[in-house]
């Protein structure tokens, strides 16, 4: 049930402090501490800090050493731009920061710069992490998807194949890949990167969700930027296979009804749900494909001949779906929930057992989404 997902958010603290940083007591000009290198082994602008910050961070360097020259008077307010702007270069290695230190030493004119780096993800992890990613993406996309197809492949990759850490030990995409547990900063991270080596654009996301911190994910499909929680659709009794899509291409108002976030971000305005209704309606070779996409997000409950509201319509759906060997339903209800309890007892007389249910109000319509749950 939704509601039982938010309990699992509220048992946890889910992301520690991301960043921390620390400035030394001899922060900033230390007259008589001067350089004699060459003037070639210098950085002389806050772009050259960043991208030297940057490659020192990608290769997973724990200490990072500058020579600046130039006037040291604003280097305080420099370096720290550059460093935020190094690590906000690639989301992934920013997140897999743990804390940093930064400090220099110097004199008016040249200065010594040291970036002090804790990992929670080394070199080696992070190539292996690379390693599986390819191998990862070469089995589960095929040549003939479309981009709607190859975000959904990969959305369903890591609701299946990660569970919630409820040990809150394991924050990287290498620990996911590696035990298949991970909190959401390691979900929002494998996520981006399948989807960056995939070649969509994304963002990881920093926020609140169910009133405790959470990251999740923006991604970029044809012309617009849609959310995307693989935690939060990850269904708390991790059946085998089972996925939820409560939280997948979501606008910003639909993510708002239990999602917050501070920073800028790129909008997200348009709803999933009508760019499918719309591309399923047009004639062509891949109208089936968004059609079938429509069904598997449960967008077709939202056809004008979906709703039911009687036993009889009820039983009915159940017994297709025994006949394909599923054991659970997703049906649109038009009644009271007081009338569908009183249906669901009718499905009994199908010689099925233990029929458990939950049923939230749908979006833009009053009626019901009810989910179904039997055994034989």
């Known amino acids: 049930m939704r509601h039982g997902i938010v309990d699992r958010w509220l048992k946890a603290g889910i992301i520690s402090a991301l960043f921390t940083f ?6 900033g000009v230390i007259p008589a501490y001067a350089f004699s290198s060459s003037s070639s082994s210098y950085v002389t602008s806050s772009y050259e800090i960043q991208q030297k910050l940057i490659e020192g961070l990608e290769a997973r360097k724990d200490s990072i050493t500058l ?17 935020m702007d190094a690590l906000d270069n690639d989301p992934y290695t920013k997140y897999i920061v743990d804390r940093y230190t930064y400090s220099w030493r110097g004199t008016s004119s040249s200065a010594k710069i040291v970036l002090e780096v804790d990992y929670r993800e080394s070199a080696e992890q992070s190539a292996y992490v690379n390693k599986r990613i390819e191998s990862i993406l070469k089995s589960i996309l095929q040549s003939n998807m479309n981009d709607h ?5 990969i959305h369903d990759y890591v609701v299946v ?113 009508e760019i499918l209704s719309s591309l399923s309606s047009k004639a062509g070779t891949e109208r089936a494909i968004y059609t079938a996409l429509e069904e598997q997000l449960g ?3 939202y056809y004008s001949n979906a709703a039911i509201n009687t036993g009889a319509g009820l039983q009915e759906k159940v017994k297709q779906s025994i006949k394909s060997g599923k054991d659970s339903i997703t049906v649109r209800y038009s009644g009271s929930e007081n009338q569908l309890i009183k ?34």
């Open 149 to 153: 197809q190859r975000i959904k492949a």
């Open 67 to 83: 020579k600046y020259k130039g006037n040291t008077k604003n280097l305080e307010k420099i370096l720290k731009q550059a460093v």
């Open 343 to 376: 249906d669901l007892g009718s499905l009994y007389e199908l010689n099925v057992r233990n029929i458990r249910y939950s049923a939230t109000s749908m979006e833009d319509i009053s009626d019901l989404r009810v989910e179904i749950f039997w055994q034989i």
């Open 161 to 273: 194949n990660l569970k919630y850490d409820e040990d809150i030990q394991k924050y990287t995409a290498y620990e996911g890949l590696k035990t298949g547990e991970a909190v959401c900063q390691g979900y929002s991270l494998l996520t981006y990167k399948l989807l960056k080596t995939a070649g969509f654009k994304s963002y990881i996301v920093e926020g609140t969700a169910g009133g405790q911190a959470h990251a999740w994910n923006l991604v970029f499909l044809d012309g617009n930027w849609y959310h995307l929680d693989t935690t939060w659709d990850d269904p708390l009794t991790n059946k085998p296979g089972q996925v939820r899509y409560e939280y997948y291409l979501r606008t910003d108002k639909q993510m708002k009804a239990d999602h917050q976030w501070t920073k800028k971000y790129p909008a997200a305005n348009t709803p999933y749900r």
């Open 22 to 27: 620390a400035i030394p007591s001899d922060w």
């Open 299 to 301: 967008y077709n409950l």
